[in-house]
């Protein structure tokens, strides 16, 4: 019998962890959580580094201290009860603040919201990573998907954009169904236009 002993990797961040190192160093680098943080969508997309997270919280900031504001303490006997007010439109408006700063992007919006600890109810990641990217063209070989995943590019699968790393995950014989069954198939996630994105509102 052999007793190994495994190191594992704990992201200084957040909860995840890992058994693998190198994956660990990349997630730690763009984890939402990190104050510093890289983006991995944002790089891919433009080339442009994200707008520091104290520019992206701001929005968030203002919110919060507007609902601080406006909180009410009602006194029942010997209860202090607070309450907080919902702020409906204010807090729409927050994200599309943070929407447009972010040059929409879903990653740099999560970590605005997670950092800044804002109660923000209707911000919705996935309906974020919706809407920024359309069905591209199909993808019709291994070669092609290979290329897709080693350049960060993201992929429709079943109506919805998946991270390259989603993919890359699946087991081969999954993958190779997969790109065999009609309709349903891999297709290259194509980024909207920003112009259509901040135009139409999500939520
Ligand atoms: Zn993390
Ligand atoms: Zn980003």
Sequence with gaps: MKKVKKWRYYCDFCKKAGTYGPPMAKHEKNCTMNPGRGCGMCDRLDNSFPEPIETLMAPLKELEALRLKQTKTTTIGDLEIEGSPRLVDETKAAIDKLRKLSGHCPACMLAAVRQSKADVEFFDYKAEVKNKFKKGGRITSVFQLETAI???QWIYLHDTPKHPSWIAHMTFKTVMSL???????LYFAVPNEKETIWTRSIG
């Excluded at 790109?179 to 198939?185: F, S, V």
């Design 179 to 185: 790109l065999d069954c009609r309709p349903t198939g």
């Design 150 to 152: 080693k350049h960060g």
